[in-house]
């Protein structure tokens, strides 16, 4: 029973356009949320996070929103770049902070 | 500053044999965590450790078996290696504590078991 859904497996979009990937979870207790970003053949590396105490955590290109009450995160990368093709996975802080569940991850693909 | 290193980065071994795949990480980071990931999959934890001294099963921890042997190295061990451990093998390190820690990822072991 997945308490991290990404629904959708995939997503293409055209450079300079705006990538939303979409994350929702079933546990309203989750306090602490964070995507990462994957190559081919490399670990995942952190991009953004965000605490349950805000709705809204910026860092450049990359914007997360949370909305709580639909348990339901969101990824907004403005402008795509090619070089934004990565899988990106949300995470979420079990509330013993001792693991991170993760959903299965969406494939962004940007062309150019 | 190497971050979280892994070896080996490929392994191929057949049903029964037996393996460690080693990970260290530079960051002086109290906790260390085992994941796996399978096709289609998002990472799932295998075991952790949540300070020197100290390991837990994660999700999946059957088949496996962990050593936190100081705070820099956190190696798992597949005694009896079997086809449903083919894997991709992710060790990754944090700070640990808080339940806003972030982890940090090596670049991966991809094992094959035949």
């Known amino acids: 029973d997945q308490q991290v859904k990404q629904n959708s497996p995939s997503l293409s979009v055209q450079e300079g356009r705006i990538s939303i990937l979409n994350c929702d979870y079933t546990n309203s207790m989750f306090d602490y949320f964070l995507w990462y970003k994957k190559y081919p053949a490399e670990g995942p590396t952190f991009l953004i996070s965000?605490?349950?105490?805000?709705d809204k955590n910026e860092d450049g290109r990359f914007t997360v929103f949370l909305n709580k009450s639909a348990k339901h995160l969101s990824l907004h990368i403005v402008p795509s770049q090619p070089g934004d093709s990565a899988v990106y996975f949300c995470a979420v802080n079990n509330q013993a902070g001792t693991a991170l569940i993760f959903g299965k991850g969406t494939t962004l693909s940007v062309s150019s | 500053n190497a971050g979280v290193t892994q070896t080996p980065k490929f392994q191929v071994l057949k049903t029964g044999q037996s393996m460690t795949l080693q990970c260290a990480q530079d960051?002086?980071?109290?906790?260390m965590y085992w994941y796996r990931q399978d096709p289609g999959m998002g990472l799932r934890l295998i075991y952790y450790?949540?300070?020197?001294?100290?390991?837990d099963k994660g999700e999946v921890p059957n088949g496996y078996n962990v050593s936190r042997l100081n705070k820099r190295e956190f190696s798992l061990r597949l005694e009896s290696a079997a086809p449903s451990q083919t894997s991709v093998y992710f060790c990754?390190?944090?700070?640990?504590?808080?339940?806003?820690?972030?982890?940090?990822f090596g670049p991966g072991t991809r094992l094959t078991v035949l």
């Open positions: 965000i605490s349950s105490i805000k």
């Open positions: 960051m002086n980071h109290n906790s």
């Open positions: 450790s949540a300070s020197e001294g100290t390991t």
């Open positions: 990754a390190s944090s700070e640990g504590g808080t339940n806003t820690d972030t982890q940090y």
